[in-house]
């Protein structure tokens, strides 16, 4: 009788951990909001300062924490045309130097300047507010909710 209750408590514990996993993974792919349309795209590549790429073979990237695709950062705005990793709590900073550690994101978060929420998977287009694009060199994504490194790009150099 203690046997069958231990296992059915350990399976349905087991049950519920993969379930709420599950959840955290789906949630945001659930409530994402829309990549940005071809025009905005276009509107955006003639505005574009720089131009620059998410790979997601950076160093702290993995399977589950990874982008890839084309980023531009205008004056006033930074779009991205690609696909990141779905993943809850998102953010966009800027960096004045380049990383592609947790451990140097960490490390420099005092210097980076977050910019908004990034709220789709498959591109974004987030307006800056008063940031000076010279002051920084570099655009990361970071979950802020695991402190987990993504992606980032450097698009000065």
């Not at 509107?43 to 982008?67: C, I, K, N, P, W």
């Not at 140097?104 to 507010?129: A, C, H, P, Y």
Request: aromatic share 14%.
């Amino acid at each position: 009788m203690f046997n069958k209750l231990l296992a059915l408590l350990l399976s349905h514990g087991l049950v519920a951990i993969l379930g709420f996993a599950a959840g955290i993974y789906t949630l945001p792919i659930l409530t994402a909001q829309p990549a940005p349309s071809a025009a905005v795209w276009q509107q955006r590549e003639q505005q574009a300062v720089y131009r620059t790429e998410f790979d997601h073979q950076r160093q702290d990237s993995d399977f589950l924490h990874r982008g890839q695709g084309r980023v531009l950062v205008g004056s006033d705005f930074v779009s991205f045309q690609g696909s990141l990793s779905p993943g809850p709590d998102y953010r966009l900073y800027f960096s004045p130097e380049f990383i592609e550690t947790e451990a140097d994101f960490l490390r420099l978060k005092q210097r980076m300047v977050s910019t908004g929420d990034v709220r789709s998977f498959d591109g974004f287009d987030i307006e800056l507010n008063g940031i000076d694009i010279e002051h920084y060199s570099t655009v990361i994504v970071w979950c802020e909710s695991m402190n987990q490194f993504i992606t980032s790009a450097q698009y000065r150099f």
